[in-house]
């Protein structure tokens, strides 16, 4: 090849590093930027496993993937009653069931193990904390992960058999999640206290909180849980950090059996449903968490159908497998914090209640929320951007749940850990704070960013079993 | 002057009616177009007025339209008890206090009549709605506009001496404003219903509904009642054709108080409110009222403190003076229908709510309410234009409510003749649809456009009393 002469204009097409853009740019020639990273930043086993899951086995994948979000759009989950923590499935014996992947004692964060003290001694198995402690640690109490007993509990829950839970049934699935009943605001187990009171609270629920429930949905009837947490959406609740709008029309359905019910329930009942905008959250987790058990049977998706923490590790579950991926538990950030506390003293991302997450509530509905814009820089446009980040990993998009600041864009659905390795961009979870070791329970709330580790080993398994 | 030649380049500013600057752009040269009509459509006798209004009484108006807003704006209505329709200003004998700008009977609206048929039968003055027809022709029930008692009543009320009454008291301003209870949805006297059921439901409120608020506030004691409006319309209510959020929050408020009720009360009271997602829209229009009885009082503002419509006048008032200017109620345009029905078996723009549109709620509030953006087209980009339109013609901006899908900007404040004058451009609000004939109560809902006239009428008047 003979080179007669260098051209006298050029015009650019620069993919990646914008440096180069702007070096043509400067010498006054045009030049169109492409925004590209190296995939999976270049990790060249993850790469791989992206090419097959996004070549040979696409087909596969789009398929399972597509299934699965049908699942989670078109379930219906209902509130069909009450049951105890004794009742779910596989539980037996001296056990409480606890957040996240599986952890003993001595590796629980201190606001986990001050819960697991309170549950310990409001289940009468121990006299105080110092004895429930004991018991803990000669391992005299099991525990047992909630996921595993198709059960969600939020933050830094454990909870005995005595303990009522909520029954939500996908009928279309035939699936049936549980979750106990929300624990409240103040001195409570689930934000790591374990002082008397949140002993109380804990037997409180379980002597008179419960049987009014059992009463009302014997009295109302089942509830279409997601009909309610829609509504909720529209009303500025992400559903995760903010529930109050769908609590309050929660409370607004049920005030007639609420009236009605017979004196030694009523007011106590209505004082704490009353004073606890956090109610409806763990419905929402339970309605959540059926969906996520029937589309968690489909073989072969990319898609998350298991998030979870317990304050020390961090674990996800693809969907057609039962094995945990876990990672150190992140850190809160983006958050604020109460007076007096700040990230030096405050625990590590903690609960269940990050099946929010893969369901289309908590982060992927932070657009249409002023109360999480809060905590994302004060502004809506920063809130539409959490929405916007989980639109690049989620693998569809809610019929179900719509943003009215967003124009009625539907919420993110469904992680798909092809795009979250492909992109580096993790779920983001709108959750509360505990005190990492003073048991003052709740300092504040925020962001927690899940940690990128797990999600690529969950990719390497979903490509392994599928080359298999 | 010698024209040696034309011009070889010309750049045009063009003020006005756009087809100038068109023509401009079509021959390729630079324009630049500045929108603007002529104010007060040309009208002289308004010109001359505006002239002077914002000429050499330009201060004195400003600063009371400043004082105006400051009341508006600053005030804390508190929902500090109830009473009866019999106890509120000036009120005596045999009276039916109703919507809007004084009327005859003979020349009431049909829902209207319809209304003060049910309350004559209520109060027991008349044994039917027929006997109750003869009182009210003959003059022997008297009839009187609830604003002339400080009170307000949404869509076609109508109440006698027995109704219950919410009192709203503005500390700052020393005011007091009154509303009856919502009668909730249905088979009901303020939706022009003169039925049995509709009777029976103003029976109620004073047997029961009016006694049950009287023991839960006795318990409970004085509400901050924007406070919570204010929380309403960042969960997506207007405050006037949707009041659902701010509802709820009272009922989440009231719960325990609720729950305590003695027995005969408890579950009726329970039933009542639970079913009335428009409970909270006369409480919110009796804070609006007690506010714009104090802003009301300053002398020389430009700013409208009285709107209101029987279904046959609209009726405004400006701060500072007594005198009602009328011209005929609109019809309610824009509108959603329930099947069957339409514009031309549908009633004319009716009732007091129209006070919540002085005071940043209804229309003002249009761009934060999903609800309402169903009415104006369906996206949030209309409803936010509502919003913008108020922005046109208010003077000023309220500091407690904002609006999340607008970037929590504030809403319009007080609606000033002077702008209305100038633009053209009248109040939006946002209301229900009555039948106009056949007593069938709701037919639908929409947004009504204020006529103009009376704004002329009510700046002219100003104009020559500060002339005087």
């Known amino acids: 090849m003979t080179v007669t002469s260098l051209p006298d ?12 853009a702007d070096a043509v740019r400067a010498q006054g020639r045009p030049v169109e930027q492409v925004d590209w990273r190296i995939p999976a930043d270049g990790d060249p086993v993850a790469v791989r496993a992206l090419t097959s899951l996004y070549g040979v086995h696409a087909a596969t994948v789009d398929a399972a993937n597509a299934e699965v979000l049908r699942r989670l759009d078109e379930g219906v989950p209902r509130l069909v009653g009450t049951a105890t923590v004794a009742d779910v499935p596989g539980f037996e014996g ?17 606001p986990l193990q001050r819960s697991m003290r309170a549950a310990t001694v409001a289940e009468g198995w121990a006299d105080d ?10 391992g005299a109490v099991a525990l047992s992960p909630a996921n595993h007993h198709d059960t969600v509990v939020p933050m830094a829950s454990a909870v005995g058999p005595s303990q009522p839970v909520l029954v939500v049934d996908d009928a279309e699935g035939g699936t049936r999640a549980f979750s106990p009943l929300n624990q409240g605001p103040g001195e409570v187990a689930w934000f790591g206290r374990d002082t008397d009171a ?7 629920l379980a002597s008179t909180a419960g049987p009014a429930l059992t009463a009302i949905l014997d009295a109302a009837g089942p ?15 992400d559903l995760h950090m903010r529930t109050q709008a769908a609590t309050n029309l929660l409370t607004r359905t049920w005030l007639p059996h609420v009236a009605a019910l017979p004196d030694a329930l009523r007011v106590p009942f209505a004082g704490y449903l009353g004073g606890n905008h956090l109610f409806f959250l763990n419905l929402a987790m339970a309605a959540a968490k059926s969906l996520q058990l029937h589309a968690g049977q489909v073989e072969g998706s990319s898609i998350v159908t298991t998030m979870s923490r317990n304050g020390t590790t961090f674990g996800i579950k693809l969907s057609g497998t039962d094995e945990w991926r876990t990672c150190p538990a992140p850190p809160v950030g983006e958050a604020l914090y109460y007076s007096g506390n700040g990230p030096e003293t405050s625990a590590r991302d903690i609960g269940d209640s990050a099946v929010l997450e893969l369901t289309g509530m908590g982060g992927p509905a932070a657009g249409g929320s002023a109360a999480v814009a809060a905590f994302l820089g004060g502004s809506m446009a920063d809130a539409a951007a959490a929405t916007a980040a989980f639109r690049t990993i989620c693998a569809g998009t809610s019929s179900r749940f719509t943003l009215p600041p967003m124009e009625f864009a539907g919420t993110p659905l469904g992680v798909d850990v092809r795009r979250v390795v492909e992109t580096g961009v993790t779920p983001k979870i709108t959750t509360g704070i505990l005190h990492a070791s003073a048991g003052t329970g709740q300092v504040g709330a925020g962001v927690a960013t899940a940690p990128l580790a797990c999600f690529t080993d969950a990719l390497l398994d979903l490509a392994a079993r599928l080359d298999r």
Chains 1, 2 share one sequence.
């Open 94 to 110: 001296r056990t409480l069931l606890h957040c996240g992947p599986p952890i003993a004692y001595a590796q629980a964060c201190d």
């Open 198 to 204: 949140a002993i109380e609270r804990l037997r409180f």
């Open 9 to 20: 204009s050029v015009a650019v097409v620069n993919v990646g590093l914008p440096m180069f």
């Open 223 to 237: 509830l279409d849980v997601l009909a309610i947490a829609a509504q909720g959406i529209t009303m500025g609740d």
């Open 129 to 138: 904390v110092t004895a429930a402690d004991d018991l803990l640690h000669r």
